[in-house]
Nanobody
Framework: QVQLVESGGGLVQAGGSLRLSCAAS????????MGWFRQAPGKEREFVGA????????YYLDSVKGRFTISRDNAKNTGYLQMNSLKPEDTAVYYC??????????????????WGQGTQVTVSS
């Protein structure tokens, strides 16, 4: 089992920045790929990005490329989602999740067995 807890959400103006954290406990965090997802009101959950076990590779949804950066510190069992140049359309509940396998062609939530509770990000115009 892996327990995930997100933090760092809040209200920010368009153009601003936020950094979300995902604290993991339980099994070895470094054994898992960490993904970030978001769900806006009335919309399906959407892949944002994912980072490999050692943190040396990451891939992103096209609409956040160049604005969002995923990182991780395995010594602290924590992952991060740095969000810059935020837009109102980034407003959503953001979730971190963990799975065993890495696939840069996979933008789904398949195989993510562990999920955090989510943190709200609201971007005002």
């Amino acid at each position: 089992q892996v327990q995930l807890v997100e933090s760092g959400g809040g209200l920010v103006q368009a153009g601003g920045s936020l950094r979300l954290s995902c604290a993991a406990s339980g099994r070895t965090f470094s054994s898992y790929v960490m993904g970030w997802f978001r769900q806006a009101p009335g919309k399906e959950r959407e892949f944002v990005g994912a980072i490999a076990w050692s943190g040396d590779n990451a891939y992103y949804l096209d609409s956040v490329k160049g604005r969002f950066t995923i990182s991780r510190d395995n010594a602290k069992n924590t992952g991060y989602l740095q969000m810059n140049s935020l837009k109102p359309e980034d407003t959503a509940v953001y979730y971190c999740a963990a799975r065993r396998f890495w696939d840069v062609s996979d933008y789904s939530d398949q195989g993510y067995d562990y999920w955090g509770q989510g943190t709200q990000v609201t971007v005002s115009s």
